[in-house]
């Protein structure tokens, strides 16, 4: 009897024992950096996602007093007016020449294939559409981040848990913004990294999944046009090309509405007008076209409103493009920086437009989260340590032209980020071979320590 007694309380002391082993073996990781940082991640984006249920289902958002960006009275305003088109268009109207019934009367001012993107709201009511394209941006905005932690690993950066780049990018204040509003920008992010999908590989079948990638992109939102660069820059002459067909394909739905869809575009522009304004730059936009006049006037450097917005803007987003892109020509590598390269360059694109507000901006943090990393110069962590002030919803009572400013100084700092990335896969020993185009595979000799890059013809 004492001897079984014995070897029970021998049998519950080993079973606590392993359990002790166990529970150290799940905390030990927690106690790392981190793990920490996973964990909190988690706690945030369940507190985030709890936030957003409830403002669905209130129909508004939850912290909408307290951000920079001054929400709506009611959200998804955006997706309403394709919400409205789209259904109205399925019972056989046509929204461009009748009243599909907008929350705000406003005329419909995207092309017809957006419309078409938009037929699924049929099968739904209002509610439960909202839910389910909330539910949509906040996965594309993850699908983002989850390419861009992806590509940071393939650099070889310092690592960076999934759950913290997770939340990092959808709790942003672009991505909340998209959401709040409901904005399709975000189905943006799939066709960018089909683009680079189809730049990691060769022939026809590549060049046709970035020509239609494109083509479609452009054909959603006209910025995305800038995208055509990174494919002279990579010599994917072919793809430019099927670019080119594709958007005609897309654009040959309902073309009898193109005219009316220009000319809405047209008055939304006129509605945006400076005048319109007061002659202020807008807290929630990042037009360097419409923002240039208002920036300069009033100060020592007035004279500088004499440079027409469109102008400044193509010059300096073009001299941003010209200098991240002569690295990436010259590289004998680019596999690895393609998907932040394409996300730098939407972001850059969204800058030119004279309407441009900053739910289409998630592009740069993400471009961001890809390609900076600790052994930057004190500079750019200086630099990028600021995006914090926009990246972030919260209002901090900054102005709109510093706001601004921060944006673009950010952009600038990540292409300075991007190209030394570049540099870095341009003098990586070891590389036998590189797709330079879809018409030759040119080997490489092994480059030395002190080669900057390759240049190859």
Not at 328 to 345: A, G, K
Request: charged share 15%; aromatic share 12%; proline share 6%.
């Amino acid at each position: 009897m004492r001897l079984a007694f014995l070897a029970g309380v021998g049998a519950d002391t080993a079973d606590a024992r392993g359990w002790r082993v166990r529970l150290a073996a799940v905390a030990r990781p927690l106690m790392t950096t981190r793990g920490l940082l996973s964990l909190v991640a988690l706690l945030v984006l369940v507190s985030w996602g709890q936030s957003w249920i409830k403002s669905v289902k209130k129909w508004k958002v939850k912290n909408a007093p307290v951000t920079w960006y001054g929400p709506y009275e009611f959200m998804a305003l955006d997706f309403l007016h394709n919400f409205q088109a789209a259904n109205f268009w399925a019972k056989g109207h046509d929204p461009y020449r009748e009243d599909f019934k907008d929350p705000i009367a406003r005329k419909l001012c995207y092309p017809p294939v957006v419309v078409l993107c938009f037929a699924w709201c049929a099968l739904f009511s209002v509610k439960k559409a909202i839910a389910v394209w909330t539910i949509a941006l906040a996965a594309l905005a993850a699908m983002g981040a989850v390419a861009a932690w992806r590509s940071r690993q393939s650099l070889g950066l310092a690592p960076v848990p999934l759950l913290a780049a997770v939340a990092a990018i959808v709790t942003s204040a672009p991505v909340d913004f998209a959401m709040e509003r409901g904005n399709y920008d975000l189905l943006l992010v799939p066709l960018v990294l089909a683009m680079a999908w189809g730049l990691r590989r060769t022939g026809w079948r590549a060049d046709a999944v970035i020509g239609a990638a494109l083509g479609l992109a452009v054909c959603l939102k006209v910025y995305p046009g800038l995208l055509v660069f990174p494919l002279l820059f990579l010599r994917r002459y072919r793809a430019v090309g099927l670019t080119a067909a594709a958007g005609v394909v897309f654009l040959a739905f309902q073309f009898q509405n193109l005219p009316i869809f220009v000319q809405n575009l047209r008055d939304l522009a006129a509605i945006t007008d400076e005048k319109f304004h007061n002659f202020s730059v807008l807290p929630a936009t990042h037009s360097i076209t419409f923002a240039w006049a208002p920036l300069w006037r009033d100060t020592r450097f007035a004279f500088l409103t004499k440079i027409p917005g469109g102008i400044a803007a193509v010059g300096i987003v073009g001299s941003l493009l010209l200098w991240v892109g002569f690295y990436v020509r010259r590289c004998p590598n680019p596999r690895n920086v393609l998907v932040p390269f394409l996300l730098w360059t939407a972001a850059a694109a969204t800058f030119v437009p004279r309407v441009s507000n900053d739910y289409n901006l998630f592009f740069l943090p993400m471009a961001a989260l890809a390609v900076w990393d600790r052994r930057d110069s004190v500079l750019l962590h200086v630099v990028l340590g600021l995006t914090c002030v926009w990246v972030q919803p919260l209002a901090f009572g900054i102005s709109p032209s510093v706001m601004l400013g921060l944006k673009v100084v950010s952009l600038v700092a990540v292409a300075a980020c991007l190209v030394r990335r570049i540099k870095e896969q341009s003098a990586e020993p070891g590389v036998p071979s590189v797709v330079i185009s879809h018409t030759a595979v040119v080997s490489l000799p092994r480059p030395s320590p002190t080669t900057e890059c390759c240049h190859v013809e």
